[in-house]
């Protein structure tokens, strides 16, 4: 599982960082990409990276600002370019608008997709559990910006214990529907009458990951509910230390803001991004630094940057 970044600048494109936009790489978990926000200029991105567009099943925007949106009509009509790929339908998620935005732009563009888009239009008091698979849940909750913008909790379920498969090898267990039994926790009878305990072949379920990845918002309650206890949390970090008054005035947080979310909810990791253009690389060395202050484990991410989620 990782996050790559493919837009960490906030409001406008700088020469270093693209708009906002990020991916979340479930590949070895279901097979999936999922997106989240999609900025101008996120297909122009991607291909500097190894993401294949038709894997991107899932795309959550978290509001509808234009630093966070106006590339979706485009990736989606280069997603449908893949002429030598499966096309694959794609869900929606995000606030109500989010469909009227797609469709009038594909039809006054005259794009036509060779693909279904399922849109999942969220108003405040749908929020709360969005999605459930076999495999993941994702709760949204609203946040505090100067429009409806939502943060996402994406919950790994528990993952099951694994069979040491050479170990009953070693015991003489036949390879077959016994192990079955005993990946399911149940003792198995061998035909010379012994009797092999699932316990001691299986390891304990394993806990999933929880990744909390906010849109746009001042400091509030509801960015503490959403990171409780997440392995990474992705916070916004347009202002800097001593900002707190510009950033309420305008509906963002500071770093300051950000490490002191993370540290209220238990968060293990903390990736800034969605920061100013007028920070230069000296800027943000010294964002890290203070931001450090508060909670440790802080990285300023910049564009294109993959973090593995241990």
Request: glycine fraction near 8%.
């Amino acid at each position: 599982m990782e996050i790559q970044f493919l837009g960490t600048s906030a409001g406008q494109p700088s020469k270093s960082r693209n708009v906002s936009s990020l991916v979340l790489k479930l590949l070895d978990e279901i097979n999936e990409i999922w997106m989240f926000d999609c900025g101008e200029g996120t297909q122009r991105q991607i291909l500097e990276t190894t993401i294949k567009p038709r894997k991107v099943r899932k795309i959550f925007i978290s509001h509808l600002h234009g630093d966070h949106v106006l590339g979706l009509p485009g990736f989606l009509s280069s997603r449908s370019f893949q002429a030598n790929d499966e096309q694959t339908d794609i869900d929606i998620f995000g606030p109500v608008g989010i469909r009227s935005y797609v469709l009038s732009s594909l039809r006054v563009t005259g794009s036509r997709l060779p693909y279904r888009i399922h849109f999942h239009e969220l108003e405040e008091k749908q929020l709360g559990k969005i999605f459930e698979s076999d495999k993941f849940i994702v709760f949204a909750e609203k946040l505090d910006h100067s429009i409806l913008s939502i943060g996402y909790r994406v919950m790994q379920k528990d993952l099951e214990g694994t069979l040491d498969a050479e170990g009953l090898k070693k015991a003489g267990v036949p390879f077959g529907p016994l192990f079955g039994q005993l990946k399911n926790g149940q003792d198995v009878t061998l035909s010379d009458g012994r009797i092999i305990h699932a316990k001691d072949y299986l390891s304990a379920p394993k806990k999933g990951k929880i990744i909390t990845i906010l849109g746009d918002t001042r400091k509030t309650d509801a960015s503490v509910r959403l990171a409780v206890g997440a392995d990474v949390l992705v916070h916004e970090s347009t202002y800097g230390k001593g900002d707190e008054k510009i950033a309420k005035n305008h509906a963002h947080s500071t770093n300051m803001q950000a490490a002191q979310v993370a540290k209220e909810a238990g968060a293990k990791q903390l990736l800034l991004n969605h920061v100013s253009a007028r920070f230069l690389s000296k800027d943000i060395r010294q964002l890290e630094k203070d931001a450090k202050t508060i909670f440790e484990n802080t990285h300023v991410v910049k564009d294109l940057e993959e973090i593995i989620i241990k």
